[in-house]
């Protein structure tokens, strides 16, 4: 104990009496910009097939979307596509959440991407009647603008 009270007592006066190093070089900078809102806010990640972690992602993206950060459960179920490429739930929940954010093509090709997995599902009806919707929407949009 009087080795650690010796220590902070020591750190301490060294900051009192200037004795700390100020840092020589500048800590260093990023390359660019954040582009993309989404993928580039998390971690790089080396993706293999891990069901668990997959499943562990949509509940959390299930949290988020009570909460109602549509944008924080479309990521976290993102995630679970990546991990579990198969797992229709993800993408239904994807189609929800990007549709939630205005975001008319993400959804539909999650949405299509269910129905491709998932074609007997009870919700694949309901997910039928929401594409040309969704369609008419994606045509209706401004094309995205390109940056020079």
Same mark, same amino acid.
């Given at each position: 104990?009087? +080795?650690? $009270? #010796? &220590?902070?007592?020591?750190?301490? $006066? #060294?900051?009192?009496?200037?004795? $700390? +190093? ?19 806010? &998390? ?5 293999? /097939?891990?069901? %668990?972690? *997959?499943?562990?992602?949509?509940? %959390? ?13 479309? #990521? ?8 579990h490429p198969s797992y229709s739930e993800a993408y239904w929940r994807l189609g929800r959440s990007r549709e939630k954010l205005k975001q008319?093509?993400? *959804? ?5 991407? /269910? &129905? ?5 599902? =009870? ?5 039928? #009647? =929401? %594409?040309?919707? $969704?369609?008419?929407?994606? =045509?209706a949009e401004p094309p995205a603008r390109q940056e020079p």
């Amino acid at each position: 104990m009087s +080795r650690l $009270l #010796g &220590l902070a007592l020591a750190v301490g $006066l #060294g900051f009192a009496q200037g004795q $700390l +190093r100020e840092r020589e070089e500048t800590p260093p900078q990023a390359e660019a910009p954040l582009v993309d809102e989404d993928e580039d806010l &998390l971690p790089r990640t080396r993706y293999a /097939f891990n069901p %668990i972690q *997959a499943k562990k992602d949509l509940k %959390i993206g299930n949290f988020y979307a009570r909460k109602g950060n549509h944008r924080a459960a479309a #990521g976290r179920y993102l995630e679970a596509t990546k991990w579990h490429p198969s797992y229709s739930e993800a993408y239904w929940r994807l189609g929800r959440s990007r549709e939630k954010l205005k975001q008319p093509s993400d *959804a539909l090709a999650a949405y299509r991407r /269910f &129905l491709q997995l998932a074609p007997d599902d =009870k919700r694949a009806k309901a997910v039928k #009647g =929401k %594409i040309p919707l $969704l369609e008419r929407r994606v =045509k209706a949009e401004p094309p995205a603008r390109q940056e020079p």
